[in-house]
């Protein structure tokens, strides 16, 4: 089994900064991509930021581009959101995607946290 615990939501004020975190742990063998998708009531989960293993070339989406940075740390199987200038409608559940090859199944699976709220006052 494989889990990922999301942290470091919460709230603040517009312009201000939240650092996200998803930490990995189970049977892992190796994680692929790491991904951070966001979610308000009544829409689609949105796809925020995608990084691969490697760490280059992480995409984002055109509303976070120049705010938010994604990384991960390999060692620790732990991924980062860094949100930076945060606006009003950031707000929303934010949800750690990671694709993992689980030594309990010896496949790659998609895997989700249980999200974390972050709230921008404005």
């Known amino acids: 089994q494989v889990q990922l615990v999301e942290s470091g939501g919460g709230l603040v004020q517009a312009g201000g900064s939240l650092r996200l975190s998803c930490a990995a742990s189970?049977?892992?063998?190796?994680?692929?991509?790491m991904g951070w998708y966001r979610q308000v009531p009544g829409k689609q989960r949105e796809l925020v930021a995608i990084?691969?293993?490697?760490?280059?070339?992480?995409n984002y989406v055109d509303s976070v581009k120049g705010r938010f940075t994604i990384s991960r740390d390999n060692a620790k199987n732990t991924g980062y959101l860094q949100m930076n200038s945060l606006k009003s409608e950031d707000t929303a559940v934010y949800y750690c995607?990671?694709?993992?090859?689980?030594?309990?199944?010896?496949?790659?699976?998609?895997?989700w946290g249980q999200g974390t709220q972050v709230t921008v006052s404005s």
């Open positions: 189970g049977s892992i063998l190796r994680i692929n991509t």
């Open positions: 990084i691969g293993r490697s760490g280059s070339s992480p």
């Open positions: 995607n990671a694709e993992v090859l689980s030594t309990s199944t010896w496949t790659v699976q998609s895997y």
